[in-house]
């Protein structure tokens, strides 16, 4: 549950991602069964500025109709799309890449997010990382 006042603004958004020095995206792919919205290579130039990657990357968003609702869940959605995908996501992680459920939390007041014990156990059982990114929106920019 992730409750707000109802005159405050929040956002979230909950994307999985997958780093590591010697990632190949396409070999994600065909382990998870995805197409990512963004993928990258160590070394290719980053899409703002001059500089170059330092690790793999790839990216993928939840849809635009799971994207408009709260952080929770996003997560369940994830835990719900990903539960058949822990063999791969082992296999993924065990060649040293980081396999992460990123949890971004833009909001202009106070908020609380309850994850139930059910949910946390789902989320665990994946064998992801957990990341919490959450910006006061009057200073995101």
């Not at 909950?14 to 069964?33: E, F, H, T």
């Not at 997560?75 to 822990?86: D, F, G, H, V």
Request: hydrophobic fraction near 40%; include cysteine; proline fraction near 4%.
């Amino acid at each position: 549950m992730t409750s707000v006042a109802k005159n405050r603004e929040c956002v979230t958004n909950v994307s999985l991602m997958i780093l590591g020095k010697l990632l190949d995206p396409k070999a994600v792919s065909r382990a998870l069964r995805m197409k990512p919205n963004q993928y990258w290579r160590k070394g290719e130039r980053k899409q703002v500025g001059d500089s170059l990657h330092q690790w793999g990357g790839w990216k993928k968003w939840p849809p635009a109709s799971v994207r408009s609702k709260p952080l929770v869940q996003q997560l369940r959605y994830w835990a719900k799309e990903l539960e058949s995908l822990s063999d791969a996501i082992g296999e993924i992680s065990s060649a040293k890449n980081q396999c992460i459920l990123d949890c971004f939390v833009s909001t202009d007041g106070t908020m609380s997010i309850v994850l139930d014990s059910e949910l946390q156990r789902r989320v665990s059982a994946l064998g992801v990382e957990l990341h919490l990114s959450i910006w006061d929106s009057g200073n995101a920019g």
